[in-house]
């Protein structure tokens, strides 16, 4: 069972089209700047719910 499971795993992993590497670092650079994008977003809103909280109180 185990060893049907690996040899269909690797099989598999066979099949897989793995993107060149121009193309995963393409990729990862589109990843790293949405993240700090998206840092920058939720940190500017955290800092506006911050200001509010306080603002309340």
Not at 7 to 12: G, V
Not at 25 to 43: D, E, K, N, Q, S
Request: net charge positive; hydrophobic share 60%; aromatic share 8%.
């Amino acid at each position: 069972m185990i060893k049907k499971y690996i040899r269909d795993s690797i099989q598999e992993l066979n099949n897989v089209t793995w993107p060149t590497r121009k193309q995963a670092i393409r990729i990862t650079t589109i990843v790293f700047i949405f993240m700090i994008i998206a840092a920058a977003i939720l940190g500017v809103v955290d800092e506006i719910l911050a200001i509010a909280y306080k603002a309340i109180l």
